[in-house]
Nanobody, 124 residues
Framework: VQLQASGGGLVQAGDSLRLSCAAP????????MAWFRQVPGKEREFVAA????????LYADSVKGRFTISRDNAKNTVYLQMNSLEPGDTARYYC??????????????????WGQGTQVTVSS
């Protein structure tokens, strides 16, 4: 199962981007969906998650109030709206899917399916 992430690019600090994660081989409402990001030489970092139980989304403290994860059930797609981007947000962003117990939501090793990632670069 391959997820398809898109929407990255090169932007300036303060700009916005919306990332998309299409899932042609699974139904996003049946999985816990998440976004992670990674810079070279560092571990993959949790960004946001939307659980299949439709509970409140979870966010990393570093993006809370700036990023929003959402889901379009008709398009079977998950989005990450990123506002007020900062140079520290520069990373490759990955979407992930799995059926995760709540305590593991922020752990990349808990997810079964991943996309190829999309690069986000924020210049100052």
């Amino acid at each position: 199962v391959q997820l398809q992430a898109s929407g990255g690019g090169l932007v300036q600090a303060g700009d916005s981007l919306r990332l998309s994660c299409a899932a042609p081989e699974l139904t996003v409402t049946s999985y816990d969906m998440a976004w992670f990001r990674q810079v070279p030489g560092k571990e993959r970092e949790f960004v946001a998650a939307r659980r299949r139980t439709n509970s409140n989304p979870l966010y990393a403290d570093s993006v809370k109030g700036r990023f929003t994860i959402s889901r379009d059930n008709a398009k079977n797609t998950v989005y990450l709206q990123m506002n007020s981007l900062e140079p520290g947000d520069t990373a490759r962003y990955y979407c992930a899917a799995g059926r995760i117990i709540l305590s593991m939501t922020r752990r990349p090793e808990a997810y079964n399916y991943w996309g190829q990632g999309t690069q986000v670069t924020v210049s100052s």
